[in-house]
């Protein structure tokens, strides 16, 4: 594939990207959309709002997000990106990122990719 084939395909990602839901909306990512989504927790487990998550393809593109107030993320996976070679990572003032978890969720055989993770963040 050339580079770019892969340039159109991330600033297409890109354009077409969704925030998280806000109050009283869904904070499920919608299931006919490829997908890397989950949530930021702190030590205890307790959702930590307005943190940033950023997504960084691994030919090189990074872009980020700001959790809901349920800790809730989303990045949108479109065109030629595969969710699994995306490399999530969070952070917020006054944290520390301690590790990041992810589970490939059940996909049905004509379901997009979708991969849940998990970001634990410990003040200090």
Same mark, same amino acid.
């Given at each position: ?22 109050p009283?909306?869904?904070?499920e990512p919608d ?10 927790r702190?030590?205890? $487990? ?6 940033? &998550?950023? /997504?960084?393809? =691994?030919? +090189? ?5 700001? !959790?809901s107030?349920?800790g ?6 479109? $065109? ?6 995306? &490399?999530? /990572?969070?952070? =917020?003032? +006054? ?5 990041? !978890? ?12 979708r ?10």
């Amino acid at each position: 594939m050339s580079d770019w084939a892969k340039f159109a395909g991330v600033v297409f990602m890109l354009a077409s990207m969704h925030t998280v839901a806000g109050p009283g909306e869904r904070d499920e990512p919608d299931e006919s959309l490829p997908a890397v989504f989950g949530f930021v927790r702190d030590a205890r $487990g307790a959702p930590v709002s307005d943190a940033k &998550v950023t /997504a960084q393809v =691994k030919e +090189g593109v990074t872009f980020s997000v700001t !959790t809901s107030s349920t800790g809730a993320y989303r990045f949108p996976i479109f $065109g030629n990106v595969d969710p699994a070679n995306v &490399v999530i /990572a969070c952070s =917020k003032q +006054g944290y520390r990122q301690t590790r990041v !978890t992810r589970r490939p969720t059940p996909a049905k055989a004509d379901a997009p990719k979708r991969v849940e993770t998990e970001c634990r963040l410990e003040r200090g």
